[in-house]
């Protein structure tokens, strides 16, 4: 069900602290956490903490939880002091999702190129 935790959801187990992070923001309604397979210098993955498969399902059921996501983007690139940066949403296996938990990247620290895949 949307909003409640996934046995078998990797990021759900972050949220619920039985699989390890390196946390660099938290709020009440959101976690952030370096990425293990960074493609940039800064790398960080933005999450809901309530499940919701991708990003739109959580903008259709939550988008007040979708607003706090991608507000703590921007919060995430003022920590990190980059200068330029791209936020990037993967809904669906086509597109590169991987993990069926929303989630936003934070990507930045080197020059990014147009278009990106």
């Known amino acids: 069900m949307a909003g409640e935790p996934q046995d078998d959801c990797l990021f759900c187990k972050i949220v619920g602290g039985q699989v390890p992070a390196t946390v660099v923001r938290e709020t009440a309604t959101t976690l952030a956490f370096r990425d293990i397979n960074p493609q940039a210098p800064t790398h960080v993955l933005v999450i809901p903490k ?15 939880l979708a607003a706090d996501v991608l507000r703590e983007t921007r919060a995430v690139a003022e920590d990190e002091q980059l200068d ?7 809904t669906g296996g086509g597109a590169g999702q991987t993990v069926w938990h929303a989630h936003a990247h934070v990507i930045g620290g080197r020059g990014l190129e147009w278009p990106p895949g």
């Open 84 to 90: 330029s940066y791209r936020t990037v949403f993967n």
């Open 50 to 64: 309530a499940h919701h498969e991708n990003a739109a399902a959580l903008a259709a059921a939550a988008p007040e």
